[in-house]
């Protein structure tokens, strides 16, 4: 007769509520990283999660134009700990599993390539002794270029504003010098090739109320010590400053006297000589009104004759024959 197997003798471990809680928070153990290239599907064999992924990704040809560490999302001073993390959790959102999945295998190859640098110590300081010798403005990132547009346009404008408001060229330095850098370019390339600049230049060189030659031209001498490469002939033949010079002489036009004065001192700066002011249209019609007008008005006086006289005379010293 078969014998009954005794229970009593055999143990049974029945999984209690401690013991899952301890299974469940038992990590697997990391291998020390090694110079052998890790398998991505290696690494991800039992760690592939169910439920809420990663966002989309990132296309390949995006990934290739970036550092290692913007392929991993990392900064430069992570750990080796983060930088394995967030390589297992780029390899499982461009797994072929994964919801998100790309299709493009040479997303996983720029991220493996990325780890497989990084992980090493001696071949990830080789790799930040190559990043330091860059210059960091050429490092390629998302919207780079739209924030270098933002900041040069700031500096455009604060600079604008600064010689607009009657800043001198001292004050304007470092404005001037730091939008130099940005652009990496001189200073005179820089006023030059940014034609608001140059606007700004020309405004603060002739807003002394009443146009002077001799201001305007300590003006131009001060500008070109701070900034060599910007000539005194480039900013006289400037055509807001030949404007603005024959506004002036018109305004002058109705005292002969003052009208000389101001040619005098046009021709002593070498900004322009006394015909080309005399033969601007704007200055000869007012000047043809006005001798019209005052002769009329001369011809009513007693002494009609005597001031004609001399109103011809005070226009002759300037160089204009009166026939009226």
Same mark, same amino acid.
């Given at each position: ?111 493996s390539?990325?780890?497989n ?86 405004h ?57 004065? &101001? ?10 000589n006394?015909?080309?002011i ?18 009329? &008005? ?22 204009i024959?009166?026939?009226?």
């Open positions: 007769m078969e014998q009954a197997p005794n229970l009593e003798a055999v143990e049974v471990n029945t999984p209690t509520e401690d013991n899952c809680v301890q299974a469940e928070n038992t990590e697997p153990k990391v291998e020390p990283a090694t110079e052998k290239e890790d398998d991505p599907k290696t690494i991800l064999t039992d760690e592939i999660e169910v439920g809420p992924r990663p966002g989309p990704t990132v296309s390949a040809e995006q990934l290739s134009e970036r550092d290692y560490y913007q392929r991993l999302g990392v900064g430069a001073n992570a750990s080796s700990e983060e930088i394995r993390e967030a390589f297992v959790g780029l390899s499982k959102q461009h797994h072929p599993d994964s919801q998100d999945y790309s299709g493009d295998p040479e997303s996983q190859k720029y991220i390539e990325a780890y640098e990084l992980k090493i110590s001696e071949k990830r300081a080789s790799y930040d002794r190559k990043l330091a010798e860059t210059d960091e403005s050429s490092r390629i990132s998302p919207h780079t270029a739209e924030r270098e547009d933002e900041v040069v346009d700031t500096l455009v404008d604060e600079a604008v504003f600064r010689m607009s408001s009657g800043a001198d060229e001292h004050d304007c330095r470092s404005i001037i010098r730091e939008l130099s850098e940005q652009k990496a370019i001189d200073a005179a390339q820089l006023i030059k090739s940014e034609r608001k600049l140059w606007d700004a230049m020309i603060n060189m002739i807003q002394s109320g009443l146009f002077d030659p001799l201001e305007y031209r300590r003006r131009t001498r001060a500008w070109i010590r701070v900034y060599p490469g910007i000539s005194g002939s480039e900013i006289d033949q400037d055509v807001n400053v030949r404007a603005s010079m024959f506004h002036h002489a018109s305004l002058a036009a109705d005292d002969p006297t003052g009208l000389k004065k &101001y040619i005098n001192e046009c021709e002593r700066v070498g900004i322009s006394r015909l080309e005399l033969n601007n249209p704007k200055v000869a019609n007012i000047i043809q009104t006005k001798i019209v007008s005052s002769m009329k &008005y001369f011809g009513s006086l007693s002494n009609a004759e005597h001031m004609k006289k001399m109103y011809r005379n005070e226009w002759e010293r300037v160089g024959k009166v026939t009226i």
